[in-house]
C-alpha cells in the first residue's frame, strides 16, 4: 500500500489534485494506494490537547502510515517551507515507527520558480532525521496554477509523464529496501 499525503488543510487545494492524478497513477499500475488530506484533520487536532488525547482522525490516520510500504509527500510551498499543519501532522505520529526505514517520494508545488525546492528539502532533513529512507527522485513543479487546477486536474501531459516515471521508480526503491507492494 502506498499513502499518499496532500501536504496542506487548504480545502480544494492542488496539492489534492496532485494527490488523486498520483493515486490514479499506482491504480493503472494496479498497486493499492490511499490519499490521505490535511485538510479532512478535525479542528482539535490543532489544539494543544491533541497530543495527550489525539482525535479519531488522526489515529485513523496513523494506521494508515504505519501500515503503508512507502509514502508520496505532496507537499506546497508556503513562505518558503511546508504548511504548518503538515508539519503538525507529523509531529502527531509515533515514533520511531512511523518513519524509521520507511521509503518516502515527494512532489513539491509552487506558484513561484522555486517549484517546492525548499519545502522538500525541509522535509527530507525532518524524515531523515527519523531514519526514513529518502527517495532521491523527487519532481518540483513551478508556476503550478500554470499546469493545474481543481476544475481540470493536471492539464500538462509532460508533467504526468514525470509523476508515472517517478511512481515506477519508487515503487522498484520501495522493493529495493524491502518493502512488499
Partial sequence: MITIIAGTNRRGSLSSVFANEIASIYRRQEVQSKVLEIADLPLETFSPDAYEDKPA??????????????????????????????????DHLPYPESFEGRPICYVGIASGQFAGLRPVEHLQQVFGYRNAYNFPRRVFVPTVHQVASPENGITDETLKSRLTDQAEQFLEFCRSVGKKI
Avoid: C, Q, R
Wanted: glycine share 8%.
Fill in 57 to 90: 482522525k488522526v489515529l485513523d490516520f496513523t494506521d494508515h502510515v504505519l501500515n503503508s510500504s512507502g509514502l508520496v509527500m505532496i507537499v506546497p510551498e508556503y513562505n518558503g517551507s511546508m504548511p504548518g499543519a503538515l508539519k503538525l501532522f507529523i
